[in-house]
């Protein structure tokens, strides 16, 4: 694999990979951040070049020797949280098999991929007179990581503060200053972590937010998509009034943990 580094190569990438959406999505994403300040200190891999097969994008070394000084080493008393995105078929496949020859644990999530083709066509969600948008920040990392099934951890609130700090976002809050409603993205441009808080589910808060994110994201020149699971239906149904498509892929993401017995 050739480590690619050239902000030229790196450009004349992201544009052959543009031609190459909607399968793209993923390392289109990844690249376009990386050409525009690198925020997820990621690096880009390819088989060959300029023609290539395989593209890949990963954290550089320096970020990795970081993250092991905070929470990589001691692996038999924390959780190591690294999560993994992709579309391409076989990625859940070949994660697998890699984390089977590391004794670690993978838990695969695939969701449904859905496309927003332009946000700007549908108006933004009417919001009640007491809720209002505003800045999502650090402070409000903590109930982040509480609302997420895969949160609870400091490594989860890490990774959750750093989307926070690197990408964009939106939030909803009361009228106390409260978030109440929010919708992050993530270092391959995708739509993520979108939760409302019960008491205000039901009222459009989740498409508000989306709607918020999805454009400024496409302002950006991002293409603005996400994924669903096949039994979220409240969220297949929003998405679908906000004029998502359905893509014919799965998009997986892969959450890696030690195991105690590397036998197991």
């Not at 695969?108 to 969600?125: E, G, N, R, S, V």
């Not at 409260?178 to 008491?199: E, F, K, M, N, R």
């Not at 929003?238 to 998502?244: A, T, V």
Request: hydrophobic share 35%; proline share 7%.
């Amino acid at each position: 694999m050739l480590l690619l580094t050239c902000p030229s190569k790196l450009q004349l990438l992201e544009g052959m990979l543009r031609r190459s959406l909607p399968q793209s999505l993923t390392v289109h994403g990844a690249v376009k951040h990386i050409n525009r300040g690198n925020p997820a200190g990621h690096e880009v891999v390819v088989d060959s070049w300029p023609e290539f097969k395989v593209v890949l994008t990963r954290p550089q070394r320096q970020i990795l020797r970081k993250d092991n000084q905070s929470f990589l080493l001691p692996l038999l008393s924390r959780i190591l949280f690294l999560p993994h995105t992709g579309l391409q078929d076989g990625v859940y496949e070949a994660a697998k098999d890699i984390a089977e020859a590391r004794h670690v644990h993978l838990k695969p999530y695939c969701y449904d991929t859905l496309l927003q083709p332009d946000p700007f066509i549908h108006p933004l969600k009417r919001l009640r007179d007491d809720l209002h948008f505003g800045s999502i920040n650090s402070s409000h990392s903590a109930l982040l990581n509480d609302a997420w099934n895969e949160g609870g951890s400091s490594q989860s609130l890490q990774y959750l503060d750093g989307l926070v700090h690197n990408f964009p976002s939106a939030g909803l809050f009361n009228k106390e200053g409260q978030l109440i409603s929010w919708t992050l993205s993530d270092p391959v441009g995708c739509l993520a972590h979108g939760y409302t808080h019960p008491q205000y589910r039901g009222q459009g808060c989740l498409e508000a937010v989306t709607q918020a994110t999805g454009r400024t994201l496409y302002a950006h020149g991002f293409p603005v998509y996400c994924g669903v699971l096949a039994e979220n239906h409240p969220s297949r149904q929003s998405l679908k009034r906000q004029g998502f498509d359905f893509l014919p892929w799965t998009y997986y993401m892969l959450i890696v943990t030690p195991t105690l017995d590397p036998q197991k």
